[in-house]
């Protein structure tokens, strides 16, 4: 039970909400007891403003300036230090994802290294024998 106290145009009221149950509530004032239905008022709209824009056309190419780039290369790298045991490509091949692209022995094991992405092979930058550090750039792909 909650306790108020108004002043309505010099009048002092004491108020005791009994119950609020179903937007009715029981309430006493000065010791006679009523019977309250309540309205909830619509919720405003929010006082923050929405920023509209008109849409904005699509530039041309030429008003753009923007030219479709050639395919970009992707290097194939070497997992860990290791040592090139055998080249299966060779510049101009055709590769798909997934293929083997060369063997190299680390931590005395043979490693395959795959195709990332199927492409065209541009540059093998090893030889067989050669030794690799981590990140080294083997293969360049189209």
């Not at 923007?66 to 860990?80: D, M, Q, R, V, Y």
């Amino acid at each position: 039970m909650k306790k108020y106290k108004f002043i309505i145009k010099g009048h002092d009221y004491e108020v005791d909400i009994l119950n609020y149950e179903h937007d009715v509530v029981e309430l006493e004032v000065n010791g006679t007891h009523y019977s309250v239905e309540v309205q909830r008022e619509a919720k405003e709209k929010p006082k923050t403003p929405r920023l509209v824009r008109s849409a904005v056309p699509q530039p041309s190419p030429e008003e753009s300036g923007i030219t479709k780039a050639a395919s970009p290369s992707i290097s194939i790298k070497t997992p860990l230090p290791g040592t090139i045991l055998k080249i299966l490509v060779k510049a101009g091949d055709e590769v798909k994802k997934g293929d083997t692209l060369l063997i190299m022995e680390a931590m005395k094991m043979e490693n395959n290294i795959m195709a990332e992405k199927a492409g065209k092979v541009v540059q093998v930058k090893v030889k067989e024998g050669d030794s690799v550090l981590q990140n080294d750039i083997l293969i360049v792909l189209e």
